[in-house]
């Protein structure tokens, strides 16, 4: 006689790029047990299929295409699969800023933690009076790189970034889709863009929507309130 089978519950949710609703369920022990073994690895790479893996498999809506999603919106995807598979609730350990150095664990109900929409945030970057430069978000290579690595940004991976983030460039007349163009001939174009124009490239980094939440905590050394950012996913599970 084979074994029951369990029945595994469905949740819905909106994807905050698209605002599209999809369905998705758990993971199971199965796809939790190659998640911690990614995580333990500290491998870039075996994060990124990992997660990837993951994302697939719990979405049950068809036409979801994770190297298409944003990254905040693989964050919040993740973080709502993770706490329907494991808890509702996480306990971070978070420094006071205070003195720098007292560590207090803060337990976090997950629901409360959303994508914050800045209001000045644009894609569309003003070059000049004619040129435009379209953005689009960091890809799921970019997500891992910037949520499980420790190693520091250098130059040269902030200039891949931003190659990467390019989607095209555009006057009234003429567009130029980064798809066609070379390697070589996107880092001139970056390398030939004013100071000013670089600052507005890293404004749109700077005010992309992310996974973020707030929490106030006083310390118990000092007894100061301090009120604290999380921002990105891997904040919600140090």
Known sequence: MPLPKIVTPTYELVIPSSKKKVKYRPFLVKEEKVLILAMESQDPSQIANAVKDVIKSCVLTRGIKVEDLSTFDIEYLFLNIRGKSVGEEVEVLVTCPDDGETKV??????????????????????????????????????????????????????????????????????????????????????????????????????????????????????????????????????
């Not at 914050?116 to 970057?125: A, L, N, T, V």
């Not at 006057?171 to 130029?176: H, T, V």
């Not at 070589?184 to 004013?194: A, M, N, T």
Request: hydrophobic share 35%; aromatic share 10%; charged share 25%.
């Open 105 to 238: 664990p803060v337990s976090i109900e997950l629901d409360s933690i959303h994508v914050q929409f800045d209001e000045s945030h644009s894609r569309d970057i003003r070059l000049d009076d004619t040129l435009t430069m379209r953005m689009k978000y960091p890809s799921m290579n970019e997500f891992v790189k910037n949520n499980f690595s420790a190693s520091e940004v250098n130059l040269e991976e902030t200039f891949n970034v931003i190659m990467s983030s390019i989607e095209q460039i555009y006057n009234e007349e003429e567009s130029w889709t980064t798809k066609d163009c070379t390697q070589k001939e996107l880092r001139e174009f970056v390398e030939g863009l004013s100071s000013k124009q670089f600052k507005e490239i890293e404004n749109f980094f700077a005010t992309m929507p992310k996974l973020s939440h707030t929490i106030n905590i006083k310390n118990p050394n000092t007894g100061v309130e301090n009120s604290i950012v999380l921002e990105g996913l891997a904040s919600f599970f140090g």
